[in-house]
């Protein structure tokens, strides 16, 4: 398998990662013109709405992939934020290791996401002891909802794209 394919191999193993947190009446992330923004199934619970957007290399090989998903919290709910993030973190390190590689993830620490104090962690995905992904999660709610944003691309591409992205991580208002 070439260089190339790998990551589009590995890419698509990350968009099926991404955990199905989803739903909001106004969720609306403008993209910068060269993402290329994808269809997203609903969640399984119809409970939500996802946004995913792909940045691609000239050759049409992923450099990153950036999803944003919110879901409507039964009223009353309070979530536990860090025991999200710890699950999110654990299922992404369980399905990369079932594909062969490992992972290893910094301390969940708090951060920001759309306004929101949130948690984030970072991960690097190795195989083979190369370091070949990068993937980070944030978590956060706010009154009935909650926000999972996740994104990630090889290790190279995640360096490159990372102001940009941290750019429309900060553009984000996830409050009225």
């Given at each position: 398998m070439t260089v190339s394919h790998r990551y589009t191999a590995l890419i698509g193993l990350l968009a099926a990662l991404s955990l199905p947190m989803a739903n909001a009446e106004s969720l609306t992330i403008?993209?910068?013109g060269d993402w290329e923004v994808q269809a997203v199934p609903p969640a399984p619970d119809d409970n939500g709405q996802r946004q995913r957007a792909v940045?691609?290399?000239?050759h049409g090989d992923p450099l990153m992939v950036m999803e944003l998903t919110q879901t409507t919290l039964t009223p009353d709910h309070k979530v536990n934020m860090e025991a999200v993030l710890l699950q999110m973190r654990k299922t992404l390190q369980?399905?990369?290791?079932g594909a062969g590689y490992q992972s290893a993830c910094n301390k969940i620490h708090s951060?920001?996401?759309?306004?929101?104090?949130?948690?984030?962690?970072?991960?690097k995905i190795t195989q083979n002891g190369n370091h070949v992904i990068t993937q980070t999660l944030v978590a956060a709610t706010h009154d009935s909802n909650a926000y999972a944003l996740s994104y990630a691309g090889p290790a190279d591409g995640y360096k490159v794209n990372e102001a940009e992205v941290l750019g429309i991580r900060a553009s984000l208002r996830l409050t009225p």
């Open positions: 403008i993209w910068p940045k691609n290399d000239p369980k399905n990369f290791a951060s920001t996401l759309g306004g929101l104090d949130a948690l984030e962690t970072t991960c």
